[in-house]
């Protein structure tokens, strides 16, 4: 499969609440802030902080049936969303659209005209589907997994993205890949839910097969299954592909045809359309799971050809279900939905078509959006926030007592080298190439996949363009990227309930700072720390630091191995360290900023809380969240993110400042001694 985009460290972030109704004597929160409603005085915060700060809403929040959880993300992906939609349909009634707009628009109409869909049936598929059932050689396999367009799996994806050791050159990166689970667990872990989940995917696999009139679909299915299960055998497990060191083994394509025999690499390549040459000689990739690599070539060389048709065509039509009759959609939705996701209900079709144009046009459709919705007082104040954030960290890291003077010039060199991207970029991509068509959604669909590719293809040998962005502008999330420095803020997280210029400090630093403070340590988490302030993987610590600062790691790992958020599944404190150092470590730094804010002064009470203890309950509340089981277990098995109340109590019970606030005691289910509490940043 080719990913068009690899954001390295990338993060789900806190959000917040909507303003609370003053419940105590003294001034209210103005405008908005904790919400009084949600907090449980029943439980006491050392016991379960998350459910102190939000049990008022999980006793009574519904999910609702075509989502797989509730909370504050789900309320602002909800705003923005409908933002999203009221722009694009706003265009239907606008004359002289520019050719950007027009596309858009054919985007959305080509989407949400399901009568036209129907009434095609699999005709806009059939040729790609042809070509599959044409597939007679191993070469031919390989090439139809190299081409962007078709969006199909393979033993092996391709990434193009920024030389980890060369941050001023692109790379061509490849990783393994194949599955229809989400992770390799779902193939090998024998758990009661994870059995059935795997029959219901022969099922699947089975129903989609039959939708191309194929005979024999359940033993056919069991082939693909069994295929998917070689190669799950072969791939590394979700918590060492995080290992940059590991991960990174660049090599010629000629050592890669030595080192994994039986694939064709330049059939694969070619496809894709990455030259064989560079300026500096013969072309270089860069492989990840390395040893995974020569496995997985001999499960592809094994497998007869009819599997591999029908393993292509079962990823084909998943690829685009969306776009194909509703019985493929629905069969698509009933597993991906359904059964790994816990939903009942498809979202409606508009808000799925400016999803998909938020993926194909994000910028043109970004442009729109911060045009209307990002003001520049919004601006104003999160570059405030960022600064003040950024400079709680100089200030933490020169009085840090386990960091030698060499590791620190070092540390803090790199933070002033930071590059804060905050609502949009500041040049909007071009996409006067893309061709769109206002009939035919699975076009548009290959459109735009093969465009970006083309794009990222094109500028391959060039200079790395440090302005570009990899998230679009309505996304509520962020992320820091180690190969440039940098911290990104997309407008569609810097509103309000989250963030609000004009809102109590407090909150904004409970809330948006501890995000800033999140992206800002994935620069010193135990992956970005390998990284120096040009963007380059290279170790700049003495070795005393380094193995000091690997043992509290390792000690918060130990921590976050313990919690077992569903009964016989326990969080993998390996895979998520670095969220939950970010985590740690963004909420130190956010108080501390909060603190520098006042400058010297005290905070106000409000609501009869203080100032520290309306801090702590806005982070907490930004992380309010209810989750289906199924997603719950897909998280734990394969995603570096805790779930949500994890990444309130596992936080907070390492912050000294949340001792002091409420009062924790010894005695308290949270509490950690002193000596205990993990103190990196």
Same mark, same amino acid.
């Given at each position: 499969m080719l990913k068009l985009v690899r954001l390295v460290a990338l993060c789900s972030v806190a959000l917040p609440v909507y303003a609370g109704t003053a419940h105590a004597a003294g001034p209210a929160v103005p405008p908005w802030g904790v919400d009084l409603s949600y907090v449980d005085k029943s439980v006491a915060p050392g016991?379960?902080?998350?459910?102190?700060?939000?049990?008022?809403?999980?006793? @009574?929040?519904?999910?609702?049936? !075509?989502?797989? #959880?509730?909370?504050?993300?789900?309320?602002? $992906? /909800?705003?923005?969303?409908?933002?999203?939609?009221?722009?694009?349909?706003?265009?239907?009634?606008?004359?002289?659209?520019?050719?950007?707009?027009?596309?858009?628009?054919?985007?959305?109409?080509?989407?949400t005209d399901t009568a036209a869909i129907e009434a095609a049936g699999l005709s806009?598929?059939?040729?790609?589907?042809?070509?599959?059932?044409?597939?007679?050689?191993?070469?031919?396999?390989?090439?139809?997994?190299? @081409?962007?367009?078709?969006?199909? !799996?393979?033993? #092996?994806?391709?990434?193009?993205?920024?030389? $980890? /050791?060369?941050?001023?050159?692109?790379?061509?990166?490849?990783?393994q890949s194949g599955l229809g689970l989400p992770d390799r667990d779902y193939y090998l872990r024998n758990d009661k839910e994870i059995v059935e989940t795997r029959a219901a995917y022969r099922k699947y696999l089975a129903q989609m097969l039959s939708f191309t009139g194929a005979a024999n679909a359940d033993a056919r299915a069991e082939a693909i299954f069994?295929?998917?299960?070689a190669m799950a055998g072969a791939h590394w497990p979700a918590d060492q592909r995080r290992d940059a060191d590991k991960t990174y083994n660049p090599m010629k394509v000629a050592d890669l045809e030595g080192m994994a025999p039986g694939f064709p690499w330049r059939g694969l390549l070619g496809a894709a359309?990455?030259?064989?040459?560079?300026?500096?000689?013969?072309?270089?990739?860069?492989v990840a799971e390395r040893s995974a690599f020569p496995k997985l070539a001999e499960v592809f060389k094994a497998t007869p050809i009819e599997v591999w048709r029908d393993y292509l065509t079962t990823r084909y039509l998943h690829a685009f279900a969306a776009d194909l009759p509703k019985k493929v959609d629905d069969a698509d939705f009933a597993f991906y939905g359904v059964v790994l996701q816990g939903k009942t209900a498809q979202l409606d079709r508009p808000t799925r078509a400016v999803a998909l144009i938020d993926r194909d046009m994000g910028e043109a459709l970004g442009r729109l959006y911060a045009e209307k919705y990002f003001t520049p007082d919004a601006k104003a104040k999160a570059d405030e926030l960022v600064h003040n954030m950024l400079e709680a960290y100089r200030q933490d890291i020169q009085t840090l007592a386990w960091m030698t003077p060499a590791t620190r010039e070092k540390a803090l060199e790199k933070l002033a080298k930071y590059m804060p991207k905050i609502g949009y970029p500041d040049h909007w991509r071009?996409?006067?190439?893309?061709?769109?068509?206002?009939?035919?959604?699975?076009?548009?669909?290959?459109?735009?996949?093969?465009?970006?590719?083309?794009?990222?293809?094109?500028?391959?040998?060039?200079?790395?363009?440090?302005?570009?962005?990899?998230?679009?502008?309505?996304?509520?999330?962020?992320?820091?990227?180690?190969t440039l420095n940098e911290i990104v803020f997309p407008a569609g997280i810097l509103q309000p309930p989250f963030f609000d210029a004009g809102a109590d400090d407090a909150v904004n630093y409970g809330e948006i700072g501890a995000t800033i403070g999140h992206e800002i340590s994935h620069g010193f988490d135990d992956q970005g720390s390998k990284y120096d302030g040009d963007g380059v993987l290279k170790s700049w610590w003495t070795d005393e630091d380094r193995k000091n600062f690997d043992a509290r790691t390792t000690a918060l790992a130990a921590q976050y191995d313990q919690y077992e958020p569903l009964p016989g599944l326990h969080i993998n404190g390996k895979l998520t360290l670095g969220e939950n150092i970010a985590d740690v470590a963004g909420l130190v730094i956010a108080y501390k900023a909060y603190?520098?804010?006042?400058?010297?002064?005290?905070?106000?009470?409000?609501?009869?809380?203080?100032?520290?203890?309306?801090?702590?309950?806005?982070?907490?509340?930004?992380?309010?969240?209810?989750?289906?089981?199924?997603?719950?277990?897909?998280?734990?098995?394969?995603?570096?993110?805790?779930?949500?109340?994890?990444?309130?109590?596992?936080?907070?019970?390492?912050?000294?400042?949340?001792?002091?606030a409420f009062d924790i005691k010894p005695t308290d289910k949270y509490y950690l001694a002193p000596d205990k509490r993990v103190k990196l940043w």
């Open positions: 016991e379960d902080f998350f459910l102190y700060a939000n049990n008022g809403w999980l006793k @009574t929040a519904e999910i609702p049936a !075509d989502r797989s #959880y509730a909370g504050v993300n789900l309320e602002i $992906d /909800k705003q923005n969303e409908a933002k999203l939609r009221g722009l694009i349909e706003g265009l239907h009634k606008k004359t002289g659209l520019t050719a950007d707009e027009a596309k858009l628009r054919d985007f959305y109409d080509a989407y806009h598929a059939q040729a790609d589907l042809d070509r599959i059932a044409a597939v007679k050689t191993v070469d031919d396999v390989a090439v139809l997994m190299g @081409t962007p367009a078709l969006n199909l !799996d393979g033993p #092996y994806g391709i990434y193009l993205g920024i030389d $980890d /050791k060369h941050p001023g050159s692109y790379s061509v990166n490849l990783y069994k295929l998917e299960e359309g990455i030259p064989m040459t560079s300026a500096k000689g013969d072309r270089m990739v860069i071009d996409y006067g190439a893309l061709k769109t068509s206002a009939g035919d959604p699975v076009a548009n669909a290959k459109a735009g996949t093969q465009f970006e590719w083309n794009r990222e293809v094109a500028r391959l040998d060039n200079p790395v363009d440090r302005t570009e962005w990899g998230m679009s502008v309505p996304t509520n999330n962020a992320y820091y990227n180690p603190h520098i804010s006042l400058h010297g002064k005290p905070a106000p009470v409000l609501n009869g809380l203080t100032g520290d203890q309306r801090f702590y309950i806005a982070y907490s509340q930004s992380w309010r969240e209810k989750n289906r089981d199924a997603i719950l277990r897909a998280r734990l098995l394969s995603n570096p993110h805790s779930p949500a109340s994890y990444r309130v109590n596992g936080v907070v019970r390492n912050d000294d400042g949340w001792y002091a």
